[in-house]
């Protein structure tokens, strides 16, 4: 059988909703990591990333029985539901490689705003203290604060935030690619007859 055919369609369409049970796997694993030894004490955050590995492993898990069973209706919302995926994570892989220090600075400041518990946890984990001052009135987590030698958070994040939204953008456009692959995968399997089937069913 060619590629291009009714196996191999289904074949690339499963081996690529694998990937995608393996990746949210591996979000909720490393999410739940996190949280057990402590590295994130932030609810919202671990929450967060389990949050969306469940809905990848629950969008994979429908992609790859509709595969398996060449099921149309699966196949039909799998198919609208990764291209709604594409469309966000599209856009925000361009925001993040689009994003100017400015932005950048004004993105990390209402994040560090945004909750105590990552302020604490960037705190502990850079040895820095505040957002972009030092005032040693307040507590802090970090162990410079006993000696008085810390340095502001925003300094030392902004050495690594252009890195990290690159890298970060940079994951994300790849894999909204290979959402568009499995779009396009998906509209041609479903338009495929299965050899095996009646010649007279419908599709």
Known sequence: MVCGG?????????????????????MIGVAA??????????????????GVGIFLFFVALVGLIGAMKHHQVLLFFYMIILFMVFVVQFSVSCACL????????????????????????IEKSLNCCGFSTVDYSQPCDATCYHNNSCVSCASKIQEHAGEVLRFVGGIGLFFSFTEILGVWLTYRYRNQKDPRANPSAFL
């Open 6 to 26: 009714f196996t191999c369609s289904k074949n690339s369409l499963c081996a690529l909703n694998i990937l995608y049970v393996m990746v949210s796997l591996l």
């Open 33 to 50: 990591w996190g949280k057990w030894f402590g590295l994130v004490s932030s609810f919202q955050v671990v929450g967060g990333v389990i």
């Open 98 to 121: 689009a994003l100017n220090k400015e932005q950048q600075d004004h993105l990390l400041e209402a994040g560090w705003n945004n909750s105590q518990t990552t302020q604490g946890d």
